[in-house]
């Protein structure tokens, strides 16, 4: 079944938290690849960031170096694909359970921008789409992606159906994705739900790309400071 729809105008980010600088080997990079490949194979542009190569300050302002810190890569290197792109998946490592540090510092930075606005004036990510991949050889990928999805919705993204995917060995110590023997590129289940995010993920961005983006009647934050209420009226009983 061939697709009927062109998303060669789109363009994708893929950032990927790995604790690990390159070139070591990422198992998260492992299954976010495969997603990223059929990405481009509908001529979607994609870029692909590993954040722990990049000197990323800690914490929640649009250039930490205004905050004391002698670097910060964010604003320069990081922020404009993000800027670009009509849509972002963040992959990530499991450890305890539950997201790792770089994964929580991309998603504080992105919160760091979430106070400026589009050429509409709404808050700058509506009209982008947004997933995440998980992986690791311990228990907790729905819980990490159900906190970076919400995240993620949180500050202005539009989520998707089956916006996640991930993939888990045996439960404690043992082989990871990329690992001989894991079985973890041959998961059917892990397989399955990385297409099915991916095309979503298309899909959405799609619908919104032709609609331009989320109307703007009703979440202006500048008009509601101005007075505006958009309908809302405190007194209706």
């Given amino acids: ?8 105008d789109l363009r994708a980010v893929y950032i990927n938290c790995t604790l690990k600088r390159s070139p070591e080997l990422s198992h998260t990079q492992g299954l976010m690849d495969r997603s990223i490949a059929l990405m481009r194979d509908q001529g979607v542009t994609v870029d692909s960031v590993r954040l722990i190569d990049h000197d990323v300050a800690t914490g929640v302002f649009p ?3 205004d905050h004391g ?7 320069e290197e990081i ?9 972002l998946v963040v992959g990530g490592p499991l450890w305890l359970g539950d997201n790792a540090s ?3 510092r991309l998603i504080e930075r992105l919160y760091a921008m979430s106070g400026l606005f589009n050429e509409k004036g709404q808050y700058v990510y509506y009209g982008k789409t947004a997933g995440a991949l998980i992986t690791g050889n311990e228990d907790g990928v729905k819980h990490a992606a159900m906190s970076t999805l919400y995240s993620l919705q949180h500050i202005g993204f539009v989520i998707p159906p ?5 993939w888990i060995g045996e439960v404690g110590p043992g082989p990871s994705y990329l690992d001989p023997g894991s079985g973890g590129p041959e ?8 297409t099915f995010m991916t095309w979503n993920l298309l899909h959405l961005a799609r619908i919104l790309k032709d609609a331009g983006g989320i109307p703007a009647y009703g979440n202006l934050r500048k008009e509601w400071n101005s007075g505006e209420r958009f309908g809302f009226n405190p007194e209706y009983r």
Avoid: K, L
């Avoid at 922020?79 to 849509?87: K, V």
């Fill in 63 to 65: 250039d930490m170096r």
């Fill in 162 to 166: 089956a916006a996640d995917a991930g």
């Fill in 79 to 87: 922020w404009p694909q993000i800027d670009a792109a009509d849509i």
């Fill in 69 to 75: 810190w002698a670097a910060d890569a964010w604003p």
């Fill in 187 to 194: 998961n059917d289940f892990t397989n399955r739900n990385t």
């Fill in 102 to 104: 770089v994964t929580r």
């Fill in 1 to 8: 079944m061939d697709n009927p729809t062109d998303h060669s």
